[in-house]
């Protein structure tokens, strides 16, 4: 099993620089991807965007929607990304069409490389149950692709949230931190979970998880978090 | 019907000051609250903390969680309130206990007083579908009670997030705002949503809905948003 998890927030030079060499290295030679651009509303929009800001790291990304059977491009497709917005519309979106199980299987038995970015990284785990998002619908289940055996938190930070009043001036927001919300998660669920920091990957490769770009703070039920680094081999904490 | 809808953020004296008055003008003479702590993990604790706080404004709150018999709790109960925490976690439990249309009978047929603070105002919505928490739970359905006609998101900012880094250093976070949030909402939804900033309340009184303590922000499908005043009645913005 191959799959790039990324946690998106690839808006500075730098954050893109690593985004296109870990996308090239994860896909090599394929000569197109077939590109899910569900979470978002404007599926055309979506993917011009992606060319335009060179996300698509060269390669041709062919939208899912500009075909008249999704299935039938799964099928054929030598290479799967799943980009960001809302995980609960994404969800939605692979159930109801049949995609969640068609794309489960050509990347588990017939291992096509995987590229997730945000909702597309959510969705790549048991449940996307330690997303960020808002529900603005509900799907049948939680219950997502389930390509690896933990869960990610993208968009993941420490400590509380700001918010900007002026110029330099910054007021403390007294929602839950995300500390707090995977806190509670493991109040109910026994998965781990790696908070993964934006402009960081996981690169996820027949069992071996090796961390890339900045650390990320990994969640176990019972345990208090600790912060693993850059290019760790994170394996053996994901054991549950 | 009437109902006071607190957005959280209860953390300074003034805030506190403002919470104690307008629960004390609320629920006026009655002797005892039915408090429903399930939207977090510790009832007991939960509890504990809204005495130490002075939450209960002078009332004695009995929490739903020492009643043997949670709807024989809420068919006696003088006027209920519902705190904060996970908003699917709450939903769940008011779902499988039958609370939501025993409270939501009581409230709108039988006209007791009702309260929510952050989770608790979520649910007083026709669906918890502008809530800002993590699916750590999958409910049944993400409707609710519907006390009132209109969303509410609470802990509701302008802007983007910043991350502190050092005493005096801050990182701009590329997640979704808020706005950006309820945008999509209304992609897929015709409700409206009022913003609702830490600190402050709407008071709901038979159709008139009153905003308390800092302005909203009203967002309606398929128009651009709108700041309110405080003390305006919003009642006319609500229709759709």
Redesign the interface.
Known sequence: MRALLGS??V?TEQRKSLYIDEMRRHFGEVDSILFIPWAL?DHDRYLELMHERGLNAGYELIGIHTHVDPLAAIEKAEAISIGG??TF?LTWELQRSGAMEAIRRRVLNENIPYMGVSAGTNVACPT???????????PT??ATLHLVPFQVNA?Y????????TSEDD?LE????TRDD??R??H???ELPVIGLR?GSYLRCHDGVVTLIGAPARLFRAGHEPIEVSPDENLSSHLKY
Do not use: C, K, L
């Open positions: 998106g927030g808006r509303n917005g809302n519309r996307m149950q330690t997303t960020n998002d808002m529900p603005i619908v509900q289940s939680f968009h930070f420490s400590g509380s949230t700001w918010v900007q910054f927001h007294f929602g839950e919300r995977i509670e998660f109040e109910m669920n934006e």
